[in-house]
């Protein structure tokens, strides 16, 4: 708590403000929060106002719920209308629209649709339920990736054969790649995930800078901390140089976790898979490894409807950094919190739910 409360100090923030303020850079620079974590916490706590006029953040593709497409959650929506099938999920996934349905709407309509607080919970439910078959919705980044090939893992060597896992689990460095690679995405820096880099190191980023001359820091998810990197990519741009910087010391490594990384190896193998936004990015997503077919929900036949956006939703421009939710015409309109129209109303780490919720000036 001690360490929190120096994290939070708003004397030391609003240093760290007149810090930035006060570095040589002549023009607008625009610096793209990789994680819907951070997305969240610049808003709740008000950082943007404290920056100067130059200093322009967006949001990027790191909220897990936002990027998945919909053929995802149509498939788990074809799933839970299954008699013998118990669809376990995430919180926030359940009220993310489908292309016709979200997994709430069938819940309603009598789907048994279960909100589990980890995977291992979902297991343990597995295993006292073998009449059913539970298929856990996995989505997510390197971070969750991990626990869920331990929860897989557990479902092998226990022969939980009515466990299974739906994968769109991603894995962000092919992301970044695909976003400098599309036309509409202008960004000086990036603040990148804590919390992904905690499992895969610092070095898998080095290709940024050196492919793409974009300096890169990676963050913790205090005031404190984001202030602190928004300072470090002002001064790499002002120096003219880009390179990756960890402002994260006391959680990330420079190696990452190997013991993670070998158990999310052990049980996925790279995959292209489909990212809201983005299309399909090549290798950016981890399937289950061919012998552990048995507990793969992807064999599982049922017929899922065509994939379709909602009319008018902007989630895709909004993950790349391209359009300002408040930009949305559907934004506080049709799409709220409480009748989301796309992925980025729903999330608690979703850019548009964060406007909505913590930043009533921008949406009037």
């Not at 690679?181 to 898998?204: E, F, M, R, Y």
């Not at 049922?302 to 930009?327: I, N, Q």
Request: with cysteine.
């Amino acid at each position: 708590m001690k360490v929190l409360t120096a994290l939070r100090n708003a004397d030391a923030v609003r240093h760290v403000a007149r810090e930035i303020a006060e570095v040589k850079l002549d023009r607008t620079v625009r610096l793209m929060e990789v994680c819907g974590g951070h997305t969240a916490a610049i808003y709740r706590f008000a950082l943007r106002d404290l920056l100067p006029e130059w200093v322009e953040l967006v949001s990027g593709p790191g909220c897990p719920v936002c990027v998945t497409a919909n053929d995802f959650v149509d498939r788990s929506v074809a799933l839970a209308r299954q008699p013998n099938v118990t669809i376990a999920t995430f919180g926030d996934l359940i009220r993310v629209p489908g292309s016709s349905r979200s997994l709430a709407e069938v819940r309603a309509e009598g789907g048994d649709v279960r909100v589990f607080y980890s995977s291992a919970d979902a297991l343990d439910w597995a295993i006292q339920h073998p009449e059913r078959i539970v298929v856990f919705l996995g989505i997510g980044f390197e971070t969750t990736a991990c626990t869920l090939a331990a929860t897989l893992k557990s479902a092998v060597q226990d022969n939980a054969r009515n466990f299974r896992l739906l994968s769109s689990l991603k894995t962000m460095p092919p992301a970044l790649s695909a976003l400098f690679s599309a036309p509409d995405v202008k960004v000086d820096g990036l603040i990148l995930p804590g919390h992904v880099t905690t499992v895969i190191g610092t070095a898998c980023y080095e290709f940024i800078p050196s492919e793409f001359n974009i300096p890169c820091v990676v963050s913790g998810f205090e005031p404190l901390d984001l202030m602190e990197t928004i300072l470090k990519l002002c001064q790499q741009l002002a120096e003219a140089r880009a390179s990756v910087e960890n402002q994260y010391r006391r959680v990330v490594h420079a190696e990452g976790n190997p013991q993670a990384q070998v158990l999310m190896d052990e049980m996925f193998e790279p995959a292209d898979v489909p990212w809201r936004g983005f299309g399909v990015i090549p290798g950016s997503g981890l399937a289950i490894r061919r012998e552990f077919a048995d507990w793969d929900a992807e064999r599982i036949p049922v017929e899922v409807e065509p994939t379709r956006e909602h009319a008018g939703c902007r989630c895709g421009e909004v993950l790349r950094g391209a359009l300002h939710p408040t930009e949305c015409p559907l934004f506080g309109k049709s799409c709220t919190p409480d009748t989301p129209r796309g992925a980025c109303m729903v999330s608690a780490e979703g850019a548009c739910a964060a406007v909505y919720h913590f930043s009533p000036v921008e949406h009037g």
